[in-house]
């Protein structure tokens, strides 16, 4: 099973941008589609973007489009995730995680492995 291990978080002004990575190992990374999710204090998981296993297809919330781009490098086994014009209403701890299906890769639910988390915290 694939192992997820993100980093690139932390403190930020409004309108600053960070970069996210996460590394996979222990699997066939282009076997898996991928996706980053975020959870605010309080709130629950939420879907943020996603990207199939070619790398040709991208989705995002509507919250982050236009500021956030999601990208995959199949040959160095990582999914990045780069954020723009950060608000402090993006403020989460940031997931990525692992589908073996390019099918519902929008919900939670289904996703086969995650990573631990990186906080990103953006202040006003």
């Known amino acids: 099973q694939v192992q997820l291990v993100e980093s690139g978080g932390g403190l930020v002004q409004a309108g600053g941008s960070l970069r996210l990575s996460c590394a996979a190992s222990?699997?066939?990374?282009?076997?898996?589609?991928m996706g980053w999710f975020r959870q605010a204090p309080g709130k629950e998981r939420e879907f943020v973007a996603a990207?199939?296993?070619?790398?040709?297809?991208?989705y995002y919330a509507d919250s982050v489009k236009g500021r956030f781009t999601i990208s995959r490098d199949n040959a160095k086994n990582t999914v990045y995730l780069q954020m723009n014009s950060l608000k402090p209403e993006d403020t989460a701890v940031y997931y990525c995680?692992?589908?073996?299906?390019?099918?519902?890769?929008?919900?939670?639910?289904?996703?086969?492995?995650w990573g631990q988390g990186t906080q990103v915290t953006v202040s006003s």
């Open positions: 222990a699997g066939i990374f282009n076997n898996y589609a």
């Open positions: 990207v199939k296993r070619s790398g040709g297809t991208t």
């Open positions: 995680a692992a589908r073996a299906s390019d099918w519902g890769i929008l919900r939670i639910k289904g996703y086969d492995a």
